[in-house]
């Protein structure tokens, strides 16, 4: 028998989430980010469900040729455009879309031009600091584009620091990129948050990356609880040990829980080799045939302790939810201290990943 623990993806969720987003922001063409293997998620169970989407983005060059061989035939867009110049050749044979973020990408793609019409995303630095061109010099650079390289369309990406329901410097921000840009332009601009709380920045394609896999872009479930996004990935195991504690005894490295009184407790085949995070506090929900307890001790690398004080009746087998429908990744990620974009992307690959 195998180990059971696994990630459960919820086909029928994913679609709800797929149908959201589509409504929400129609008639606007949406980008679906599935980089970093689809958040966990692995791209070829995802993809399967976006067949027709207008667009997939992803990082590298073998996600989007995973993509391709799976039969994807719509746009690809390559979220930081090519590291290397030979990248391009298998960018033009798959025909990719690629940002450009750089002068340096530039002066390869001129000396390696395409040789059909082609679209580029020209990545606009933000607050962010990371990638992207001065604003200053976007159109210029638009020009230098258009002038040396066979281009069908060009479309102007930004991406920004916090596009949450409350924060408007962002917003200050493209009114400054607006006056700049030449009104033609296309622009994509807006990501998961910014699509259920920025309706005035679609422009012509939105790129929806948490949205899609039923999580909160600000880590909040109850941010998004009114949209009726459905968890997509539910994070199973069992018991597979019991034991009796008795008043003085401990639990864990380093002596770490002990009890003064008798108690239960039950070890779950889950642990920080499978993706879950060892700084969890031992607030957090864990479900036991649909109740709730919480961590004893600290969380080792295959396995944790749970309390069953108050679930006498649990045994060798019964169902945990470390997250998923009832324990939502997003507060589990907050009892971390981290994100749920960081949970999902932890996921070890020795989880398997269960298309339901
Ligand atoms: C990852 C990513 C996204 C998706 O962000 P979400 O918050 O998951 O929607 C959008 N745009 C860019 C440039 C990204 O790198």
């Not at 921000?173 to 332009?185: A, S």
Request: with cysteine; aromatic share 10%.
């Amino acid at each position: 028998m195998s180990r059971p623990i696994a990630a459960i993806i919820n086909t029928k969720n994913l679609k709800n989430n797929l149908n959201i987003i589509r409504k929400i922001i129609y008639p606007t063409k949406i980008w679906f980010v599935l980089k970093d293997n689809a958040y966990g998620h692995g791209i070829t169970n995802i993809c399967k469900f976006l067949i027709n989407a207008d667009g997939i983005a992803v990082l590298t060059l073998e996600e989007a040729i995973l993509l391709r061989n799976e039969n994807f035939r719509n746009p690809i867009l390559l979220l930081e455009g090519f590291f290397h110049i030979n990248d391009l050749k298998i960018i033009y044979q798959y025909n990719l879309t690629m940002v450009i973020h750089n002068k340096w990408q530039l002066n390869l793609l001129m000396q390696y031009p395409p040789i059909y019409p082609i679209v580029i995303y020209i990545k606009i630095n933000t607050s962010m600091n990371r990638l992207g061109f001065n604003i200053n010099s976007v159109n210029k650079i638009i020009s230098i584009i258009e002038k040396h390289i066979h281009v069908k369309q060009i479309v102007c990406m930004a991406h920004f620091a916090d596009t949450s329901q409350n924060t408007h410097a962002f917003l200050y921000e493209i009114k400054l990129i607006n006056q700049i840009l030449n009104n033609n332009y296309l622009r994509s601009f807006a990501n998961s948050a910014a699509i259920l709380w920025h309706r005035n920045i679609y422009y012509d394609w939105v790129r929806s990356g948490i949205l899609l896999y039923g999580a909160s872009p600000t880590n909040s479930w109850k941010d998004i609880s009114k949209f009726n996004f459905k968890p997509v990935t539910t994070l199973r195991s069992k018991i597979i040990g019991i034991q009796k504690l008795y008043p003085g005894t401990t639990v864990s490295y380093n002596y770490q829980y002990y009890t003064n009184i008798k108690r239960q407790i039950g070890i779950i085949a889950c642990g920080y080799g499978d993706g879950y995070p060892k700084t969890i506090s031992s607030e957090t929900n864990i479900l036991i045939n649909g109740q709730k307890t919480h961590i004893l001790g600290n969380v080792t690398m295959d396995m944790m302790a749970i309390d069953l004080i108050n679930i006498p009746h649990a045994s060798i087998g019964s169902n945990v939810e470390l997250w998923g429908e009832h324990i939502k990744i997003d507060d589990v990620a907050t009892s971390a201290k981290t994100i749920n974009y960081e949970l999902m992307c932890s996921l070890s690959i020795r989880v398997p990943r269960i298309l339901k």
